[in-house]
């Protein structure tokens, strides 16, 4: 199987939901990120998370929020030069169970 191209706008859902494990878990069990090779992880006050590469050149976000019809959101941008905008982005709300948003981390840094 393969999949053809997504559009910027394009929404992919993930169901059914009740495959894998609700809830918020640990941010580490989620970033498969080697943070003993310099990336750095970084809270904020209101529960907001990021990683960032040792080039800066990905970035990887957690945003929960209970104003969000879905809980927050899991954010990912990949640049080929650190503060400039990104080449890609991807954002998958809170509602996507975390086993599915840990294999995405893990692909792109299989990349």
Avoid: C, N
Wanted: net charge negative.
């Amino acid at each position: 199987m393969s999949l053809s191209p997504l559009d910027d706008l394009d929404v992919v859902e993930v169901l059914p939901r009740h495959l894998a494990g609700p809830g918020i878990h640990d941010l580490v069990d989620v970033w498969p990120f080697p943070f003993d090779q310099g990336w750095t992880l970084h809270h904020s006050g209101d529960g907001s998370a990021i990683v960032i590469s040792p080039g800066m050149q990905l970035l990887a976000g957690h945003v929960p929020s209970e104003d969000h019809v879905r809980g927050g959101e899991w954010l990912i941008a990949a640049h080929k030069e650190p503060f400039l905008s990104a080449t890609w982005t991807a954002t998958l709300d809170a509602s996507t169970p975390v086993e599915l948003v840990r294999d995405l981390y893990a692909e792109v840094l299989a990349l």
